[in-house]
């Protein structure tokens, strides 16, 4: 299965994407830096995009482990804008209503996705807004 490369416009993240992402780019930038020998941080001058995601993604990784007991074994990050929908897929998938309810039944899934929130605490993704458990 090909690797995620997390963005703050994914709906969701797995965090093991987050932790797997920011070794890679950790070790290009120890190989870039060692192969220049004493110049200061070449690698982030070399590759400004690059940097900048591992920022982002050191101070997301950093901000969630305070909060999300399981980050390391993989946690799901969901974003605000795709938090309703989360909600209906895990009421669904943890068999608490049927995903084939007649159509003219209808649940107030935004109250719904309001309620599972209570469980989650935001954080932020280079700008966007995130849920975590």
């Not at 797997?20 to 190989?31: F, H, N, S, V």
């Not at 209808?106 to 807004?129: C, H, K, M, P, Q």
Request: net charge negative.
């Amino acid at each position: 299965m090909p690797r995620t490369i997390p963005s703050n416009t994914d709906s969701v993240i797995d965090s093991r994407d987050i932790i797997e992402r920011i070794e890679e780019l950790q070790a290009e930038r120890d190989t870039y830096d060692e192969e220049r020998g004493e110049e200061r941080d070449p690698w982030t001058a070399a590759q400004p995009d690059d940097a900048a995601e591992l920022a982002a993604l050191e101070k997301l990784a950093k901000e969630c482990e305070e909060y999300a007991e399981d980050w390391n074994v993989g946690t799901t990050l969901i974003r605000h804008s795709y938090f309703t929908e989360y909600a209906r897929e895990l009421v669904e998938d943890c068999g608490y209503i049927s995903p084939e309810l007649p159509h003219w039944i209808e649940i107030d899934w935004t109250a719904t996705a309001e309620n599972v929130r209570a469980d989650y605490t935001s954080v932020d993704f280079d700008g966007a807004l995130y849920w975590v458990r």
